[in-house]
């Protein structure tokens, strides 16, 4: 059974950075696309970045440039560097591995 467990999010500043940790646990990691989801308060939720198993990622055009999805197959742990930060990104960020999502983990930006 797969289990995913967000850490990271926080309150920070426009323009700050924040990283934002998933451990996954339960099956095997290094083959799974994983990605990263976030669903701001009254809006739908939606795909922010996904990894494949082969490392190609992609992004919502809104966060391309100023994230970056990565992961550590030895740790079993998918991160997502937030840079440049904007309060438009005031969501809680979920990880997901098929349909298998974690708890969630709360970012906010003040402008």
């Known amino acids: 059974q797969v289990q995913l467990v967000e850490s990271g999010g926080g309150l920070v500043q426009a323009g700050d950075s924040l990283r934002l940790s998933c451990a996954a646990s339960?099956?095997?990691?290094?083959?799974?696309?994983m990605g990263w989801f976030r669903q701001a308060p009254g809006k739908e939720r939606e795909l922010v970045a996904r990894i494949t198993s082969g490392g190609t990622t992609n992004y919502a055009d809104s966060v391309k440039g100023r994230f970056t999805i990565f992961r550590d197959n030895a740790k079993n742990t998918l991160y997502l560097q937030m840079s440049s930060l904007k309060p438009e990104d005031t969501a809680v960020y979920y990880c997901a591995w098929g349909a298998t999502r974690g708890q969630g983990t709360q970012v906010t930006v003040s402008s």
């Open positions: 339960g099956r095997t990691f290094s083959s799974a696309r």
